[in-house]
Each structure stands twice: as C-alpha cells, then as structure tokens.
C-alpha cells in the first residue's frame, strides 16, 4: 500500500483561494487514476476533482467545477487542487487518493464511484465566515 501526504490546508477566508498539494513517494503518480476528495463534520465523504492517468481528462464535482482546478506536475509527482471563491462549505478534510488498480477506458465521471486503492491522512481546510 502507498501512503499519499497532502499538504496546504489551514484556516483560510470566505473568498479566498487554496491549493492542496498531493505527494506520494515512491508511486508514479502520472500514472494513475488522481482524485481528492472531503469529508465535512458529520457529513459522507464526497468527491471534489479527478484526473485520468494522462491528465488529459479531468472531473469535477457540481459543488467546486466552476471554480476548482486539478493540475499534476509530473517533474515533482505532485498533483495540486486549487479552489478559488472559497465558502464556508468548503470546510472539510480533504483527501487525495489513488487508483492503481484501474481499466483503460474507465469513465472519467464516473471516477468517484471506483475503488481508491491508496489514501493520503487528510489535509484540514477551515473557511471562516
């Protein structure tokens, strides 16, 4: 099993933007399946953003797609989730997860509902009112 580590969380502004960066040592990760995901206090787990393996398709969620950005830097093997006009729904834990166990020709939209294989601990994100 790989360990992912997030990173970039804390307590951010209604308005503001954040990025989360995503690091897995040891694991390609331009090679798989990315997706982040969060989970509010007392709320499921939901899906925030995907990535296919060569990032040429991407996913978003109804709740950020208009102002979300998954992006991967390949050099680094770090994959970053930006979100811009934050509010204070977006206050959660996100998580960024991999799916190394993925079928060429996987549906990108339905990537939320695939088998993660490997989770990073969460990073957490406060948005003050």
């Known amino acids: 099993q790989v360990q992912l580590v997030e990173s970039g969380g804390g307590l951010l502004e209604t308005g503001g933007s954040l990025t989360l960066s995503c690091t897995a040592p040891?694991?390609?990760?331009?090679?798989?399946?990315i997706a982040w995901f969060r989970q509010a206090s007392g709320k499921e787990r939901e899906g925030v953003a995907c990535?296919?393996?060569?990032?040429?398709?991407?996913y978003y969620s109804d709740a950020v797609k208009s102002r979300s950005t998954i992006s991967r830097d390949k050099g680094k093997n770090t994959v970053y989730l930006q979100i811009t006009d934050l509010k204070p729904e977006d206050t959660a834990v996100y998580y960024c997860?991999?799916?190394?166990?993925?079928?060429?020709?996987?549906?990108?939209?339905?990537?939320?509902?695939?088998?993660?294989?490997?989770w990073g601990n969460g990073a957490l994100v406060t948005v003050s009112a």
């Open positions: 990535m296919s393996p060569n990032g040429d398709l991407s």
């Open positions: 997860a991999v799916r190394r166990s993925y079928t060429v020709g996987e549906p990108i939209m339905k990537c939320f509902d695939h088998h993660m294989d490997d």
């Open positions: 040891g694991v390609a990760l331009g090679a798989y399946p």
